[in-house]
C-alpha cells in the first residue's frame, strides 16, 4: 500500500532564507512522486515530479527535490524564500500499478518578511 | 493548449439538494480525476474517468457520483446534499495512458460548494 507523510503541517521562514518541506513515502512499487503548490482560493500547480530519471529534479520558481530511496524521502527545498512563496504544498505519490494517486496533508508555508 | 476548466466556480445549495458540477479537461487528455478538499479531511480522491468508464474510486458514498463523456469532459453529481459536503471539489486530468508514469495530472482552478 502506497502513503504520504508531510512532516510538519506549517513551516515559516524569513524571506531570503533557505526553505525545507519534508515528505516520506510508502511505496510498494517503483513510484512516481511530484509536489504541487496551492495558492489561497486557486487550484493545484505542478512545481516538479520525479519519474525514476535523476534523483535530484528541478522545478519551478526555483525549486527542488531529491529523491532518496533509502530514507524513503523527497523533501522539496529552495535556496531563498521570496514573499511569493507563501502557499500550501503537497507531495503526492502515484503508482502506475492501480493508478492511485495519494496525496500527503499538505504543509502551509509563512514567508516573513 | 486551454488548462482544466471547471464550472461553475461557486455554488450555493441547501441540505437535500442534490448539485452537477463540470470539468472540461485539457485537450486531447482522456483521464479526469475529480478530488474532494476540505480544512479537515485535505484533499480526498473521489474518482477516475478513463474513456467513459470508472476505472478508479475512493471511499465515498453513493451519493457522489460521475460520469464522462465521449468528448472526455465530465461531470460529477452529488445527491442528498449534507452539510459536510461543503467544500473545494477539483477536477485533475492526464492523459491516463496506461503504464504511464510520467502522467502528470493537470488541476482546474475548483468549483467551492457551500452547503447550507
Known amino acids: 500500500a502506497q502513503s504520504v507523510t508531510q512532516l510538519d503541517s506549517h513551516v515559516s521562514v524569513s524571506e531570503g532564507t533557505p526553505v525545507l518541506l519534508r515528505c516520506n513515502y510508502s511505496?510498494?512499487?517503483?513510484?512516481?512522486l511530484f509536489w504541487y503548490v496551492q495558492h489561497p482560493n486557486k487550484g493545484l500547480q505542478l512545481l516538479l515530479k520525479?519519474?525514476?530519471?535523476?534523483?535530484l529534479v528541478k522545478g519551478i520558481n526555483g525549486f527542488e527535490a531529491e529523491f532518496k530511496k533509502s530514507e524513503t524521502s523527497f523533501h522539496l527545498t529552495k535556496p531563498s524564500a521570496h514573499m511569493s512563496d507563501a502557499a500550501e504544498y503537497f507531495c503526492?505519490?502515484?503508482?502506475?500499478?492501480?493508478?492511485?494517486?495519494?496525496f500527503g496533508a499538505g504543509t502551509r508555508l509563512f514567508v516573513k518578511a | 493548449k486551454a488548462g482544466v476548466t471547471q464550472t461553475p466556480r461557486y455554488l450555493i445549495k441547501t441540505r437535500g439538494q442534490q448539485v452537477t458540477l463540470s470539468c472540461s479537461p485539457i485537450?486531447?487528455?482522456?483521464?479526469v480525476s475529480w478530488y474532494q478538499q476540505t480544512p479537515g479531511q485535505g484533499l480526498q480522491f473521489l474518482f477516475e474517468?478513463?474513456?467513459?468508464?470508472?476505472?478508479n474510486k475512493g471511499n465515498f458514498p453513493g451519493r457522489f457520483s460521475g460520469r464522462q463523456f465521449s468528448n472526455s469532459r465530465s461531470e460529477m453529481n452529488v445527491s442528498t446534499l449534507e452539510l459536510g459536503d461543503s467544500a473545494l471539489y477539483l477536477c485533475?486530468?492526464?492523459?491516463?495512458?496506461?503504464?504511464?508514469?510520467?502522467?502528470?495530472?493537470?488541476f482546474g482552478p475548483g468549483t467551492r460548494l457551500t452547503v447550507l
Open positions: 485533475a486530468s492526464s492523459s491516463g495512458l496506461a503504464g504511464a508514469r510520467t502522467d502528470t495530472q493537470y
Open positions: 503526492v505519490v502515484s503508482e502506475v500499478r492501480g493508478f492511485k494517486t495519494i
Open positions: 520525479y519519474t525514476s530519471a535523476a534523483t
Open positions: 474517468y478513463f474513456s467513459e468508464t470508472q476505472r
Open positions: 511505496s510498494s512499487y517503483s513510484p512516481s
Open positions: 485537450s486531447g487528455h482522456r483521464s
